[in-house]
């Protein structure tokens, strides 16, 4: 894999990239035993995909694994410095190997900042199987990619990782005598392994960094919670030796937000980026809070914390905290109702424990005449041709699960009006069935 990384001198995080897949921290969804990725990595096959997930979560490290595994010569091209001419001299390259029987695997960094020229460069490639293309991306792709491009890739969403792949990666590194830190023979207290944890937020990355920047701290043999404090440069003292002040204290922001205390917000906000933690995964809370805690009653919320997380990425932490710090306060004042996060929660329950009723037939698709001839679509009442856009007494759901209300808005916010809409066309409904009996 030395065609993606670099060599032994390289920074720890860097030495440490796993070899195999047992070696590869976190992302069991994605790479467990029996799980589909790791089926066709161990059968060295591969196909063109994105990896979109936050930093620190493996992305590059298993773009590499997947060229050691497929026996793939490995493409980097940077989307910062690669115009449109490097992407067509690598591709005409990878046409001259593929006749040669070398695969190519064409990898690209923050995919995010290609432009629609530079995609559209490889994307003939890609189709024609000329490269197998990765990107990794800590954005959605589904905004930042052509459609062209995303029809021809999957996937895979990529997680923090949990506490225990962090310390697993720990321990790793610790012990490796080749590319760790095994030949100095040194541990790590409990104190200085919950920062550790709790700084690192989920960043495998960051991990391995304050870890080697610790080991170069430390007198002894056993790196302690103040070598952690000198090699980061933070506070860090709120992290307990069970690493759950971190969960506490993004607990305690959250709890602070539901309950509409906006100074409660802002200082757990605080604490959080004292104790060295990454205001993106306030921003992700946020975004959650808005959908769980506040939903219908107030939708700008939401919006507000995407125009913060945004704002962050243009113009840095300095400024972006403080975006993040306005979406906290708007999220604590704003009307609160966790209604949808019900309905969709029992509407989950519902279509997992009932059976997989038919979709009635007026509400089917009806392409062909001999789907009309068997009843697909017939009787079906086109919203817009009846009175104030409302089908009185249409029904859509299985008959099997007439009169199921699964979504009850409060009377709070913008579902006070939601609650009056939903009681009006109640009555039209109610009104017709009157009418028809």
């Not at 940077?78 to 449109?84: D, F, K, L, P, R």
């Not at 990666?169 to 392994?193: E, I, P, Q, T, Y």
């Not at 100074?263 to 946020?286: E, F, K, P, S």
């Not at 400024?319 to 306060?329: T, Y």
Request: net charge neutral; hydrophobic share 40%.
């Amino acid at each position: 894999m030395r065609g993606l990384f670099q060599d032994d001198f390289a920074p720890l995080a860097a030495r440490m990239r796993p070899t195999s897949i047992d070696q590869y921290a976190g992302q069991q969804h994605l790479l467990g035993p029996g799980k589909p990725l790791r089926k066709m990595l161990e059968a060295g096959q591969c196909h063109s995909m994105v990896l979109w997930g936050p930093p620190g979560t493996g992305k590059t490290t298993l773009a590499g694994m997947i060229a050691a595994y497929t026996q793939a010569k490995v493409v980097r091209l940077s989307a910062v410095t690669a115009g449109v001419k490097d992407v067509r001299t690598a591709m005409e390259q990878a046409e001259i190997d593929a006749k040669h029987g070398q695969k190519t695997l064409l990898f690209i960094d923050e995919v995010h900042r290609f432009n629609k020229g530079q995609q559209d460069a490889f994307l003939p490639f890609v189709e024609a199987g000329t490269v197998t293309f990765i990107g990794a991306t800590t954005e959605n792709p589904s905004f930042e990619l052509n459609n062209a491009l995303l029809s021809r890739v999957r996937v895979y969403v990529l997680k923090a990782l949990d506490k225990s792949a962090l310390v697993a990666l720990m321990n790793r590194a610790l012990h490796d005598k080749d590319k760790g830190l095994g030949d100095k023979g040194l541990s790590v207290d409990d104190d200085a392994k919950a920062a550790l944890v709790g700084l690192s937020c989920g960043d495998g990355r960051r991990l391995l960094t304050y870890l080697e920047l610790a080991s170069d701290f430390c007198d002894g043999r056993v790196i302690s919670l103040r070598d952690i404090e000198e090699a980061v440069g933070e506070k860090v003292a709120a992290y307990d030796k069970q690493g759950d002040a971190f969960y506490d204290l993004i607990s305690a922001f959250h709890k602070s937000v539901r309950g509409s205390d906006p100074d409660a917000a802002l200082y757990w906000y605080a604490r959080i980026l004292q104790g060295g933690g990454d205001a993106l995964y306030v921003a992700r809370r946020l975004l959650a809070i808005a959908s769980e805690d506040i939903g219908n009653a107030d939708p700008r919320a939401m919006q507000l914390c995407v125009n913060a997380w945004d704002c962050y990425h243009r113009v840095g932490p300095a400024e972006g905290e403080r975006a993040i710090a306005q979406a906290a306060v708007y999220c604590a004042l704003a009307a609160k109702s966790n209604a949808v996060y019900m309905a969709f929660s029992e509407a989950k329950r519902l279509a997992s424990s009932s059976p997989d009723y038919g979709v009635p037939d007026h509400l089917r698709n009806a392409p062909t005449a001999l789907m009309k001839d068997m009843g697909y679509g017939k009787e079906y009442r086109y919203a817009h041709n009846e009175p104030g856009a409302f089908a009185a007494g249409e029904r859509y759901l299985p008959p099997e699960l007439a009169g199921v209300r699964l979504y009850n808005p409060t009377d709070r916010g913008l579902e006070k009006q939601l609650k009056a809409k939903r009681d009006y066309l109640d009555a039209l409904n109610e009104n017709s069935k009157n009418k028809r009996y």
